[in-house]
């Protein structure tokens, strides 16, 4: 069971590229995210997913996009990268909708981003 | 809106000794609490939860935790630490009916020495 996969593993850009995180999961969940980790200050919610076609913007949003059009994948999209992106990237998925507020979310290894 | 408060940003620790990792929240109703783990160069993983009932809650590798709503705490502890508990350790705290949508704190780095 393979669980969250995200790729690629390391990433590095030049200001003002984009690129796509890809994100996908085999269990079966509704819920999606997609956090980002800096040094001393936690994880911080980019987006979010509540099932296929479904998407709403989290505590960070800005620089970023997202699409969910089937139930496995949610990439994330980098347009115009900056050095402010720099960071490490999480992709997490968790139970369907029934049971959604366990608070248990499945979380990928990670996406480490550098912007130059 | 939710906060979560983690005083320690790094806990150096004896192999053998007891830990306690501080957690405080802030929250105008009533929340889900959790402590996830990470080890170097992976993802979070759920190392236990407070949804309801019982304040006192355990979960994997012999930590444990406590829901204090008086003091709006959750510290973590363990009473006897292993060099293998090495990790950053991160309380987080949702609403019902919030989608899961986890507000973390900042982390706290358990390093255990021998």
């Known amino acids: 069971n393979a669980g969250v996969t995200q790729t690629p593993k390391f990433r590095i850009l030049k200001i003002g590229q984009s690129m796509t995180l890809q994100c996908t999961q085999d269990?079966?969940?509704?819920?999606m995210y997609w956090y980002r980790q800096d040094p001393g200050m936690g994880l911080k919610l980019i987006y979010y997913s509540v099932g296929a076609g479904i998407t709403d913007k989290g505590e960070v949003p800005n620089g970023y996009n997202v699409s969910r059009s089937t139930t496995e994948d949610f990439p994330l999209r980098l347009e115009l990268a900056a050095p402010s992106q720099t960071s490490v990237y999480f992709c997490a998925s968790s139970y369907p909708y029934l049971l959604a507020n366990t608070g248990e979310l499945f979380f990928g290894e990670g996406s480490r981003l550098t912007v130059l | 809106a939710q906060s979560v408060t983690q005083l320690d940003s790094q806990v150096p620790v004896f192999e053998e000794a007891p830990v306690e990792l501080r957690c405080n929240y802030s929250s105008s109703v009533s929340v889900y609490l959790f402590w996830y783990v990470q080890y170097p160069n992976q993802g979070l993983q759920l190392l236990l939860k407070?949804?309801?009932?019982?304040?006192l809650v355990k979960g994997i590798n012999g930590f444990e935790a406590e829901f204090n709503k008086s003091q709006t705490s959750f510290h973590l502890r363990k009473p006897s630490v292993h060099i293998s508990d090495t990790a950053e350790y991160f309380c987080a705290v949702s609403e019902p009916g919030g989608g899961n949508k986890l507000t973390f704190g900042t982390g706290t780095q358990l390093k255990v020495e021998l």
């Open positions: 269990m079966n969940h509704n819920y």
């Open positions: 407070y949804l309801s009932g019982s304040t």
